[in-house]
Every structure is written in structure tokens, then in C-alpha cells.
């Protein structure tokens, strides 16, 4: 077999890179993206420019803290459909290099570039080619690994951010790990790293220096893995995404509330954010799913299947109000609500029968085109002035809160 050409790539503070492109005021200067309410207590810093890491600030630091830290640093709320849409931007450049592609996440993913060298050359130069192509057309930084798996590929990549370019040529693997901390291998937390330190293991050559047998008994099932980490090796193949499988948006409240109406009026603004992230894949939903985290760290989650697939609030947010009724039955206040579209079907052609047939008359727009139209004006004006500069009377009143970027995107 031939020696694999895997790449990853990584954008380089990937949320703080797209508002310094939306606000180019913003360059070299320490900038802070966190979720929510600045002056939440919850709030956490989900990105920082490389300036505001120099006064020791890093992504998922208290806000609080990162502010002490770096007083002079711009906090900025977020803007999680203003990140999809680069995200989108990014892979649509990345599938122009090879039809193996795997999301790690919204900013970062594996090419499997194996076997395109006579199509498009060298995989280095590949590798440095689409880092300057995301560069000119987004005007966005990454850094670029490549090695003969995703392990060396990914830890080549975290060795040289940002905007670095790291090449592991074959037969140069443990050359390359061997002097560096365990702690960049993927599957090293803190945790791990300081049990290795017990047994005066700092660097990847080290445990590499270890028999797999010794690894397993200190770390059990993981005592492999990590020697195989150690030395290299990764057999596991790139695997491209299916097709988006779900959409969803959550919200945690900056303070615990027992207000029902409160939590219908966030879900209701929850359910138009989710909605208009499923009209952008072009996809409608079947199955509505509410949850709820309450107080007490405990989850409740109700689902409904709808009669017709579609992709309209007008369909969805009644239903997803009988779950968040349903779900009101503990004496505990809630921390957090979600709601989460799956049963995703194909295109949209026909969503309603009888609504599409014609209208009373034959010439005015039915209902469920009413219902389109609206949302359509609705996302186009979303698109170019942000999602909150409209909304429906429901979603008003709804309480402060952090969005929960894990949720932010498709899935
Ligand atoms: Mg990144």
C-alpha cells in the first residue's frame, strides 16, 4: 500500500479571526469572543486573539479572570451564524482538494489527500496551497499539518499555530514526536499528563521508551492507545461526514429560573434559531425534541413527531411548546433549554399537500407560501444585519443567558 498524505488543518482562533474580518478595527489588537452576556457569571471565553493570550488569557478561561488578566482586551458576544457561514466557506474550499473530508470540528478537519498527486501534485505543496487559498479568499489564518496519519497530521498542526505550516515526512514519525511533551498527543489532558509525570514521563519519546505492557497496567484500555500515540501510530481512516443529521440551538440562563413564560419565550427564540439554520442546508425536519437542565444537573428531554416534514416556525414552535409544557412538572428551577430538529428528509418541494394545490382563488399565495416568503424576507434580513434585529412578539421577554456554542451548529 502507499504511503498515506493526510492533512489537517486548523484555523487559528477561529471565532476572533471571523469578527477581525467583520471588523478589521479589530486586528492585532486583544480580542475575546465569549458567549452570552459579558457580564455574566457564567460566561467563558470561548476564543482570544494571540494578543490577549500573551497576558495569559486562554479559551475557556473564566471572563471574568481573562478580564483581570488582559483589561484592555475587546469582549465581543458572539456570533454563532456569522461562524457557520465562514465554517461553510472553509469546507467548500476544502472539497475543491479531495472528496475524503473529515469535520473535527466547525473550524478544523481532516484531508485525506492519498493518491491525488497526479491530480494536484505534491501533498506538501497541496497542504501549503489550500493554506494560502483560505488565507486569500476568507482572509482567515490556519495552520497545516501533514504527516502519514490523522495523529501526525493533527499534532503537526498544534505544534506550529498559528499560521504554521508542518510537514512529518515519512520515515521521520518518531524523529518528530520524540521530543515533544505527551501532552500534545490527542487524548492527553491534564490529567493523564500529570499520572505520566508520576512515573517521570514528560515526552512522547519517553512513553514511546515504555513497554505497552507497563502502559497498560498503570492506564489500563488506554495504556495502548497511548503507545501507539507515543510511537505514531494511527490506523484510523478519514471518514467523511454523512449528511447533516440534525439542527439545534440551546441557551444556558445567566441565572436558574422557575418563570415558565420566561423559558417558552427564549425556546420560542431558540426554535427560530434552529429553524433557520436547517433552511441553510436546505432540509426539513420531522422530529421536534425539547430539553430542559434543571438545577439540579438533571435533564429531561421530550420529543414529538410532526405529521409533515418542514422547515417553518409556524410548524415547529407549537409543538415545541406542548413538549416545554409537558416537561414543566419538577419544582426545580431550570438552568438551560434546548430544542434539536432530527428525522432531517431531503428537499423541501412539497411540504404541505393541500396547502400547495392552489390557493382559494388560484392565483394568491397559499399559506404555507405566505409562511416561505415570510421566512425568507426574515433569514435574508437575519443574513445581513444579525440574528437579532428581528424576531417574533413571542420571543420577547425572553431572560439573559450564555448560547451554548456546542449547539450552535448542524450536526
Ligand atoms: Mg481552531
Not at 452576556?37 to 457564567?42: C, L, M, N, S, T
Not at 458572539?78 to 473535527?104: K, T
Not at 438552568?335 to 428525522?343: D, W, Y
Not at 423541501?348 to 415570510?374: I, K, N, S, V, Y
Request: charged fraction near 25%; proline fraction near 5%.
Amino acid at each position: 500500500m502507499s504511503e498515506r498524505a493526510i492533512v489537517h488543518l486548523d484555523l487559528d482562533a477561529f471565532y476572533v479571526g471571523v469578527e477581525q474580518v467583520a471588523d478589521p478595527a479589530l486586528r492585532e489588537r486583544p480580542v475575546i469572543v465569549a458567549f452570552g452576556g459579558v457580564y455574566a457569571p457564567r460566561t467563558a471565553v470561548a476564543s482570544c486573539s494571540y494578543e490577549a493570550r500573551q497576558s495569559g488569557v486562554t479559551s475557556g478561561m473564566a471572563l471574568k479572570r481573562a478580564r483581570k488578566l488582559c483589561p484592555e482586551a475587546v469582549v465581543l458576544p458572539g456570533n454563532p451564524d456569522l461562524y457557520m457561514r465562514a465554517s461553510q466557506a472553509l469546507f467548500g474550499i476544502l472539497r475543491d482538494y479531495s472528496p475524503v473530508i473529515e469535520p473535527a470540528s466547525q473550524d478544523e478537519a481532516y484531508l485525506d489527500l492519498t493518491g491525488t498527486t497526479r491530480l494536484f501534485g505534491i501533498p506538501a505543496d497541496v497542504g501549503s496551497r489550500i493554506q494560502r487559498e483560505v488565507h486569500t479568499r476568507l482572509r482567515l489564518s490556519a495552520s497545516v499539518g501533514l504527516g502519514s496519519n490523522k495523529l501526525l497530521s493533527k499534532v503537526a498542526a498544534g505544534c506550529v499555530k498559528p499560521a504554521g505550516f508542518c510537514d512529518v515526512s515519512p520515515g521521520w514519525e518518531s524523529a518528530f514526536l520524540r521530543p515533544l511533551r505527551a501532552r500534545r498527543l490527542p487524548g492527553v489532558g491534564e490529567k493523564t499528563e500529570r499520572r505520566l509525570l508520576d512515573f517521570n514521563l514528560r515526552l512522547c519519546g519517553e512513553v514511546a521508551g515504555v513497554h505497552t505492557r507497563y502502559l497498560e497496567i498503570a492506564f489500563g484500555v488506554n495504556g495502548r492507545l497511548l503507545s501507539e500515540r507515543s510511537r505514531g501510530v494511527d490506523c484510523s481512516p478519514v471518514q467523511p461526514q454523512g449528511p447533516v443529521r440534525s439542527a439545534g440551538a440551546s441557551m444556558t440562563f445567566d441565572v436558574d429560573t422557575n418563570d415558565q413564560r420566561a423559558v417558552e419565550a427564549t425556546l420560542r427564540r431558540l426554535v427560530e434559531q434552529a429553524v433557520g439554520r436547517l433552511r441553510r442546508t436546505g432540509r426539513a425536519t420531522r422530529t421536534v425534541a425539547v430539553r430542559l437542565r434543571f438545577s439540579d444537573s438533571i435533564d429531561s428531554v421530550r420529543q414529538c413527531t410532526l405529521a409533515m416534514p418542514t422547515d417553518l416556525e409556524r410548524d415547529i414552535a407549537p409543538a415545541a411548546r406542548d413538549l416545554l409544557e409537558r416537561l414543566w412538572e419538577r419544582r426545580v428551577r431550570v438552568r438551560q433549554v434546548g430544542v434539536r430538529l432530527t428525522g432531517l428528509t431531503g428537499g423541501l418541494e412539497q411540504t404541505d399537500l393541500f396547502d400547495d394545490l392552489t390557493g382559494a382563488d388560484g392565483w394568491t399565495p397559499t399559506r404555507a407560501q405566505r409562511g416561505r416568503a415570510l421566512s425568507g424576507a426574515v433569514d435574508r434580513i437575519r443574513d445581513r444585519h444579525g440574528f437579532w434585529t428581528i424576531s417574533s412578539g413571542r420571543a420577547v421577554g425572553a431572560p439573559r443567558g450564555q448560547m451554548d456554542p456546542g449547539r450552535a451548529e448542524c450536526a
